[in-house]
């Protein structure tokens, strides 16, 4: 049933994307990976084919020449033994490209992704007469089957127009070396390889495009749909904004209680403040208690005046101070002597209020 017939009118949101994604439902098409291994293959072949014909035509001229003459069994088993490894050694190299091939049309498809979801056991798939409705009557498996009668059949046609001209030449193989029936057949595999190709990238372009048609209708969303999750968002957004408000009430109060402890407050004077702390005997340099900006530097410079703090207006030393130390750290060395200038004035005014 397609999306309009369920009433899903409606683009699947990037939400829904993201979260069939996740659960593996991604476009893909299993032609172009055929196309890409086929292509892969032909590439392989005439990188590598040229060990694979050489041995081929050893074992066919071993055969041919030597085995009749012997024990065929024991022959036989003798060169399988000593042509198994240097088979699997030229061999590697073709079955790599194939696998790194395999990957690339994977990751152009659907990009980098590990998803365990459909490897989840779920209780439906125990279902066997839902699950042989879904494999033998499904819209897909109509689709894949029409499609396999139809890829084997333009295959075969392909196959055979490309090879029947060639057939009076097979005949004549039995005057030639091994090695000139091997690039014989080489030469007639290498045309139906590439009409095969031809062929399997139509096929893949036109399967590319029903995955892409099948996966958008999938994802389609009725307007009921698109409302609730458009809802859940604003909530989501709500919640996380009061979340971030109570967070900067709670940096606030943390500003302004350490504040209430700080020998100085030096201000740009508005926009910033930064509180400092100095003991003499115990501190190496003058330490950062508070800072903030805006609505932050006025809860600081509030609770400064509330407990008799001096404020001291320096914007360039605030704006310095602000941006080089952090919470809790030493002042940076270059501001020692303004910040030392500034506590000097601080003590000299407390010891003025403590005579007066």
Known sequence: MSAADEGRTEKGSAKK?????????????????????????????????????????????YVLTVAPYGNLQGEINSISWFYSFEFVAMLTPFFSVL????????????GFMISWTP????????????NFKRIMFSSNSVMELVKSIAKI????????????????????????????????VWEVAYAIWIMIIIFMVVIAVADYAYQWYKHEDQLKMSK????????????????????????????????????????VVITNPT???????????????????????????LRIRKRARSKNIPIVENRALARGLYYAAEIGQDIPEIFFRPVAEILAFVYKLNKKRAHA
Do not use: C, W
């Open 99 to 110: 696998m790194i091939a395999a990957l690339a049309s994977n990751i152009s498809q659907v």
């Open 17 to 61: 994307r993201e979260k069939q994604r996740e659960e593996g439902n991604v476009l893909k098409s299993q032609e172009v990976n055929t196309a890409m291994q086929y292509l892969a293959g032909l590439v392989a072949l005439s990188f590598f084919g040229g060990g694979l014909g050489v041995a081929m035509s050893d074992v066919m001229a």
């Open 271 to 297: 926009h910033f403040a930064v509180a400092l702390v100095y003991d003499q005997g115990n501190m190496v340099a003058p330490k950062v208690v508070a800072k903030g900006v805006d609505h932050v530097a």
């Open 224 to 263: 009921s749909d698109v409302k609730d999750e458009q809802k859940q968002a604003l909530g989501d957004m709500q919640a996380k904004a009061k979340m971030r408000q109570l967070g900067v009430q709670r940096l606030m109060n943390i500003m302004a209680e350490n504040a209430a402890n700080a020998d």
């Open 153 to 184: 059949g333009v295959l075969s046609y392909l196959i055979t127009i490309a090879a029947m001209p060639h057939l009076a030449d097979y005949l004549g193989m039995l005057q030639l070396t091994p090695m000139l029936v091997v690039m014989r």
């Open 119 to 130: 490897l989840k056991p779920k209780l439906t798939k125990l279902n066997v007469f839902a």
